[in-house]
């Protein structure tokens, strides 16, 4: 059940009415027989590796509590590989298969291990990873285990942030299952406001953008290189409208319902470094690293060349976490490449600044970490690696060509046959215009601070204008999540 | 909550009252008009008008675009009627929408893509609320609910079409394009792209939601109905273009499955209608010509084995 579809509509509409009109005693159970609903939307069947992991944490964290200092270990141990397990088969068992032929193929042998015919659940890591903090946190004594199964199981099946995030931890969200929520006007108009925005995001402008991107990166050899450039640039917005879109409609959702989501992006396209990049995409993965692999590696507090090597990891892994494929632990790699190289060449960086009086243009700042994260993108969308090679080879090597391209107008559009009629990909660019600006107006301030800062008035011009705007600039294709797939 | 609600009917009411003039007021533009929908008036009344000895062909755009209807006519000396149009009508307004025509010894040929039987496919898209809205609106009142349920969140999109159709009209080919209302021959084959280059057809990306049983239901039901009028009916697998086939075949095999224990008359396999990639001319139910020739001479060959020994 996608978050744009009538389909969930009607069921966000049944499960907050209904969770406001029974007893606070039988909510839990009403979230979790609806969650285990959505869940079973996408593949029913499904649901059983969602219940085996579930049970398998449970006791795993009451057990943990209970054990002394070895047999601690052990649990958590059995519980780290029942999840990492689950992903290992499901993702990227084909994935290892695949590589592994490719290297016995060298050696002119056949790979006697047989592939597997199956599907990937859908958000399969999002929810391995929150289970995993559990028991983590249990074991360093900062959560104590739940007793009760159901709201354990919900803590791990919530539906608003079951399938795409945010990755969120033990401290803040059990606590919130016991809590007494009340009708609360100002949460609950909150908390519409921000489904609203994220919807607009998803199907006003990310599903538009996609329309030129899936057609420019399906046939990369068909176009040159200003349109590849274009399709990239428009791929940065896409999957930031994505899945920003769909982590405002979760955390709005469960605010209606009275839960506090953490959040889960801050304005990343603004950030003056790839470092910062990382403070404000996807923060509730970031953080989970931090956590939980960079920090236990040595995190900073170790020699320079080993610190380099834990950044590495850590992105290798974020890669690899994304999807079994080259292309994404590429991505990863280039993250953590343009980090290690951020650090390498900070101080002489500095000194350049200082020297050409630029350190105070954050413009520059802002656009060539821009520039920076669009290009790892290319490898993020691309289907193969090869496609992605040649997507940023000929950008780069085209650069001269798009830069005469702009300085002189000198454009085609229609020529360029990239699927969006002229006046759609004018909109696709206002619209992007549109969505930078609230975000530079709203500056610090969240977005619903900002907005009820606005005149009455523009207020609600501002409400028809985004619900008219999804109704009639809307694309309707039942567009998937891009993070989903993950 | 009095306040909220309020706030909430604010918002909706005008919304809602918009759109409902835009999708019932506004009428559609000449882009279209002149779309491939619109035949199925046409379509109809071929149906009404055609008598006796009558085999009929229902389904999607897999029968539009994948049948020679003149060589059945030719060989079998019978009186074909492809009614396929488009799948996004729905299997079940296909055969709500046929059984008003049936006649004493019609012979009729359901031919489903295979997405009909997977999720809400069978009750229909956009094209079906293009079609109750604007081409036949006294159909609107025959939906059922779960017709109803699933085309509603299609409005927007027609309203969407309607008004960048009023507001920014393209001005109509005088070639008869592909999809275009006039594409079809007599027999309601679409002809004008037997003489055009195939292009690259990749493979269907996903078939959406599990098997729907109440498929098979309403296939029985309108074989029941049918055999009540003294007609027959009989299933038979629609064209595939072999990537797709390869991609979904699991899907494709429970179609079988399930066809088979049911208690409909079944025509041969899915495998006998496993086109070549190179015999499809632009997705992966549409065949060129040469795909087109080929599927007929089967059907013929099925017909002759099973309906007409």
Known sequence: MLFNSFHFLLFFILVTTLYFSISHKWRWLLLLVSSCYFYMAFVPIYILILGVTIVIDYFAGISIEKATDKRKKVFLIISLIANIGVLAIFKYYNFINDNLSFLLKGFALDNPIPYLSILLPVGLSFHTFQAMSYTIEIYRGNQKAERHFGIYSLYVMFYPQLVAGPIERPQNLLYQFRQNHQFDYDRITSGLRLIAWGLFKKVVIADRLSILVDKVYSSPSQHDSSSLAIATIFFTFQIFCDFSGYSDMAIGTARIMGFNLMKNFDRPYHSKSIDEFWKRWHISLSTWFKDYLYIPLGGNRVAIPRWYLNLFVVFLISGLWHGANWTFIIWGALHGLYLILGNMTSAFRHKINKVLHIDKFNFLKILSTFLLVSFAWIFFRADTTISALYISKKIVLGIPEILQKIATFNYNYEAMNLGLKSPDFLLSILLILIMEMVHWLSGKNSLSTFFMKLPFGVRWVTYFTIVWAIIYLGVFENRQFIYFQF | ?309
């Open chain 2, 1 to 309: 909550m009095k306040k909220f609600l309020l706030k909430i009917l604010l918002i909706a009411i005008p919304t809602i009252i918009a759109l409902y003039l835009v999708v019932f007021w506004v009428p559609p533009g000449s882009t279209q008009k002149n779309f491939m929908l619109y035949a199925l008036l046409e379509k109809n009344q071929t149906l009404d008008t055609t008598s006796k000895h009558r085999i009929i062909f229902v389904g999607g755009s897999n029968l539009s675009f994948g049948l020679d209807s003149k060589k059945i006519k030719d060989s079998l000396q019978i009186n074909p009627i492809n009614n396929g149009l488009h799948a996004g009508l729905g299997l079940k307004f296909m055969l709500q929408n046929c059984s008003q025509f049936i006649k004493e010894k019609d012979i009729i040929i359901i031919s489903p893509e295979y997405e009909q039987f997977y999720g809400n496919y069978c009750n229909g898209n956009v094209e079906l609320l293009t079609s109750v809205v604007d081409i036949i609106p006294s159909a609107l009142n025959t939906l059922d609910f779960d017709q109803y349920l699933s085309i509603i969140p299609f409005l927007p999109k027609l309203a969407q079409m309607k008004l960048s159709d009023n507001l920014f009209p393209i001005a109509i080919n005088k070639e008869i394009g592909i999809y275009d209302k006039k594409s079809f021959n007599s027999f309601g084959d679409t002809y004008i792209h037997w003489t055009l280059p195939s292009q690259k057809v990749y493979p269907y990306k996903q078939i959406e939601g599990s098997f729907n049983h109440e498929v098979i239901g309403i296939l029985e039901e309108f074989q029941n109905f049918s055999n009540s009028k003294n007609a027959r009916v009989f299933i038979i697998f629609p064209c595939i273009q072999k990537t797709s086939y390869n991609k979904f075949q699991s899907n494709i095999k429970e179609v079988e499955k399930r066809l088979k224990k049911s208690k409909l008359n079944i025509i041969s396999t899915p495998e006998r209608y496993i086109f070549d990639d190179t015999l499809m001319f632009n997705s992966q139910y549409h065949l060129n010509k040469k795909g087109v020739d080929i599927r007929t001479t089967k059907i013929i060959e099925d017909l002759k084995k099973t309906v007409y020994q």
